[in-house]
């Protein structure tokens, strides 16, 4: 609707004083800006900001690999007998030492019996054999005092030195009896202990091969026990990356979309895959893994193996990044002010990106607070450029 100023349809006092306030409002609003740069603006929001830099980067090949268990197997029966009871079931976490199955002791109670007092019979022979050698000794010595004397028989001498020899000869089989019986007895002791089956080493019960009352062999496999505490990482490496490795090197290794460790190359067996010319390699996991995730033998993990030697490589902190429609850009603070800039980056280095285009070596970038930027926007950096690239937290 138009409004005449003829002096036939003039317009209301009211609406002539809305029309003057909102052409204030107006010209107040043109105004700001000019006034707000004469008199220094509106001020910088707080920013944290990092620098580009270069960083030694080398390319990686991902590699699928595998958990495996450096201890696991069956756990047998030393002797035979009947199982008795069994201490544990499939999926039990047991320790070194621990109670597995029990086989029946009252076989093995009885020869340990049997042998002990085998030994206590053995040591009463030896020591009679012993006092009848002592005697004769002495008897021996008496007739030797009396070689200068009428009373001196010869032969009685030597008779009797003759019957010394034989008890010396029957104390050393009273000695090999009773140590016989010591062995004897050990031997029934160690068959005792041997019916109690325990864990060789800490792990998971994955099986049980038999069930109570059946009658074990010696030999017979009762568990399967696998040391799930000590994994390490099995992979079938290409041959042309085997090269570049050397015993003790560090590699990536992400076991699951969230969890990313070191692990350490241990061997390289040298035996080469004639169909995918591939070897396999063995790595160590870092100590006490288990306590931050769940791993499992079997479990399928990434390993990234460098194809390269290391080089230097521009990179940006992966905080400065901003995924737009149209690219990847961040924020440079140039001269106080955030300017938008688009970049295209390469792959990761870490907690960093590879920059390939966009960015120079030394600028400062918004790594926090980014998302609420507009361009051309004053900011006050409250974390000093970090020249390895770290990225900084905002104040306030």
Do not use: C
């Amino acid at each position: 609707m138009t409004w005449s100023l003829s002096a036939v349809g003039r317009p209301p006092r009211s609406v002539v004083g809305a029309l003057l306030v909102a052409a204030g409002l107006l010209l107040a609003s043109a105004a700001g800006p000019v006034a707000a740069q004469q008199g220094g603006g509106p001020p910088a929001t707080p920013v944290g900001v990092a620098s580009v830099g270069e960083r030694e980067a080398r390319q990686t090949v991902p590699v699928v690999g595998r958990l495996v268990a450096r201890r696991a197997g069956v756990v047998a029966a030393k002797v035979a007998g009947a199982v008795e009871a069994f201490a544990v079931d499939v999926g039990d976490a047991v320790a070194a030492g621990d109670l597995l199955a029990r086989l029946d002791t009252e076989t093995a109670r009885l020869e340990v019996d049997l042998a002990s007092a085998e030994v206590q019979q053995r040591a009463a022979a030896l020591e009679e054999a012993r006092s009848r050698l002592a005697l004769a000794q002495q008897e021996l010595q008496r007739l030797a005092s009396l070689r200068r004397s009428a009373a001196f028989s010869q032969a009685r001498y030597d008779d009797k030195s003759e019957e010394v020899t034989g008890y010396s000869h029957a104390v050393s089989v009273a000695q090999a009896a009773l140590t016989i019986a010591e062995a004897r007895l050990s031997l029934a002791e160690v068959t005792l202990r041997d019916a109690e089956i325990r864990a060789p080493y800490p792990g998971v019960v994955t099986e049980r091969h038999t069930e109570v009352g059946a009658f074990l062999a010696k030999g017979a496999a009762v568990v399967s026990l696998l040391n799930h505490r000590d994994l390490e990482v099995e992979a079938d490496l290409p041959f042309d990356l085997v090269a570049g490795l050397a015993a003790g090197e560090t590699l990536e290794v992400r076991l699951d979309a969230d969890t990313r460790v070191t692990a350490a190359l241990r061997a390289i067996v040298p035996a080469e895959n004639v169909r995918t010319r591939t070897r396999p390699a063995r790595f160590t996991l870092p100590a006490g893994l288990d306590a931050n995730t769940s791993p499992a033998a079997g479990q399928s993990v990434t390993l990234f193996v460098p194809e390269g030697p290391a080089r230097q490589v521009l990179t940006v902190p992966k905080d400065a990044v901003i995924n737009k429609p149209t690219g990847n850009m961040v924020f440079v603070v140039v001269d106080g002010v955030a300017e938008p800039r688009p970049v295209t980056l390469g792959p990761a280095v870490g907690d960093a990106f590879a920059v390939l285009d966009g960015l120079s070596d030394g600028d400062t970038v918004v790594t926090r607070g980014n998302e609420r930027l507009r361009p051309g926007q004053p900011v006050r950096p409250t974390v000093p450029p970090s020249a390895g690239g770290s990225a900084g937290a905002a104040d306030g």
